[in-house]
C-alpha cells in the first residue's frame, strides 16, 4: 500500500466492487452534473457500472492498473490505466470526489497508474479543473475530439505527453 498526502493508495479487490461503482456514480454525478441531465443518474446506470467494475475487478487484464484512493475506511477516490493503441499508456479514468480535490489524492493516484513517459487520455472539454491538473503534469491537447451518444453534452479532447 502506498501512502498519499491523505489517502491510502492500493489495489482494489473484488469485494470493492459495491464501494467503487458507487463511488464511480457519486463522482461522475459532481463533475458532469452540470452537463447531464439530471434524468441521466438512474438505477440503470448504477447497474453498468457495477456490471463494469465487477468484470474489471474479478477479471483483470494484465495491462490495466487500477487503483482506489482510501482515507479512513471510505473509498474517496479511483484511477486506471491500461495500453494505448499509439503506444505508451492511456490514462482511462480518474476521479476523486470533489471534498477531497486539491489533498493530493488525485496526483497520488495519477502517479500509481501512469508512469513518467508517453500516454494518452481523454477529458471533457468542460472540465477546467482536470485540465489543469493534466497540463500540470504534462500533457498538451493534440486537437481530436469525440463525443458519446450517451452522455450528450459531454465533448472530449484527446490530451498526450
Excluded: C, K
Excluded at 13 to 32: I, K, M, S
Excluded at 34 to 45: A, G, I, K, M, Q
Excluded at 77 to 85: C, H, L, V
Excluded at 141 to 155: K, Y
Aim: hydrophobic share 45%; proline share 6%; aromatic share 8%.
Amino acid at each position: 500500500m502506498v501512502r498519499g498526502v491523505s489517502a491510502a493508495i492500493r489495489e482494489p479487490q473484488p469485494a470493492d466492487v459495491g464501494a467503487v461503482a458507487a463511488l464511480h456514480v457519486a463522482a461522475w454525478r459532481e463533475t458532469y452534473g452540470h452537463l447531464l441531465p439530471e434524468e441521466y443518474f438512474t438505477d440503470e446506470v448504477a447497474e453498468r457500472r457495477r456490471r463494469m467494475w465487477t468484470q474489471i475487478l474479478s477479471d483483470p487484464r494484465p495491462e490495466h492498473v487500477v487503483r482506489v484512493a482510501e482515507l479512513d475506511g471510505e473509498l474517496i477516490g479511483f484511477a486506471m490505466s491500461g495500453g494505448s493503441d499509439a503506444g505508451g499508456r492511456q490514462l482511462y479514468m480518474l476521479y476523486v470526489l470533489a471534498a477531497h480535490h486539491g489533498t493530493g489524492a488525485g496526483q497520488a493516484l495519477f502517479d500509481a497508474v501512469l508512469a513518467d513517459g508517453p500516454a494518452s487520455l481523454w477529458v471533457a472539454r468542460e472540465n477546467p479543473r482536470a485540465i489543469a491538473f493534466y497540463r500540470r503534469n504534462g500533457f498538451a491537447f493534440d486537437g481530436a475530439e469525440q463525443s458519446d451518444p450517451a452522455t450528450p453534452g459531454i465533448v472530449e479532447a484527446r490530451m498526450v505527453r
